[in-house]
């Protein structure tokens, strides 16, 4: 019993090797640019905070318009997932804005994932 024990703990573990060496390859393997500009968004470029919050809080409304609609949530588009992204990025951005926050990151990703929900769209 106890090499029976041991031979499946052994086996077990070689498992656990082997999927956390598969996975560490995905990870350095090359990334997708989802975004085709490098670079700041003009939503970041945007000085005004009450213009920028207007402008966050439209993107987020148009995204979450999208992402309730059963046209997109049931099309073969990626407009779902894309919607579903910039919502969230979007009312990142905003929360971060009620704060007086300007956070860099979320708002190249709220611009950035609504315009790949847009070009999906059409």
């Given at each position: 019993?106890?090499?029976?024990?041991?031979?499946?703990?052994?086996?077990?573990?070689?498992?656990?090797?082997?999927?956390?060496?598969?996975?560490?390859?995905?990870?350095?393997?090359?990334?997708?640019?989802?975004?085709?500009?490098?670079?700041?968004?003009?939503?970041?470029?945007?000085?005004?905070?009450?213009?920028?919050?207007?402008?966050?809080?439209?993107?987020?409304?148009?995204?979450?318009?999208?992402?309730?609609?059963?046209?997109?949530?049931?099309?073969?588009?990626?407009?779902?997932?894309?919607?579903?992204?910039?919502?969230?990025?979007?009312?990142?951005?905003?929360?971060?804005?009620?704060?007086?926050?300007?956070?860099e990151d979320t708002l190249n990703k709220c611009e950035c994932f609504h315009d790949r929900m847009v070009e999906y769209m059409?």
């Amino acid at each position: 019993m106890k090499i029976r024990s041991r031979s499946l703990g052994t086996a077990a573990a070689l498992l656990l090797a082997g999927s956390t060496g598969f996975a560490a390859d995905i990870i350095e393997g090359p990334t997708a640019d989802y975004c085709r500009t490098v670079g700041t968004s003009n939503l970041v470029l945007t000085e005004n905070t009450v213009d920028l919050t207007k402008q966050v809080v439209k993107l987020m409304d148009e995204s979450i318009a999208v992402a309730k609609s059963p046209e997109w949530i049931n099309s073969s588009r990626p407009v779902f997932v894309w919607a579903s992204e910039a919502k969230v990025a979007c009312g990142m951005a905003y929360g971060y804005l009620k704060t007086n926050y300007k956070d860099e990151d979320t708002l190249n990703k709220c611009e950035c994932f609504h315009d790949r929900m847009v070009e999906y769209m059409n």
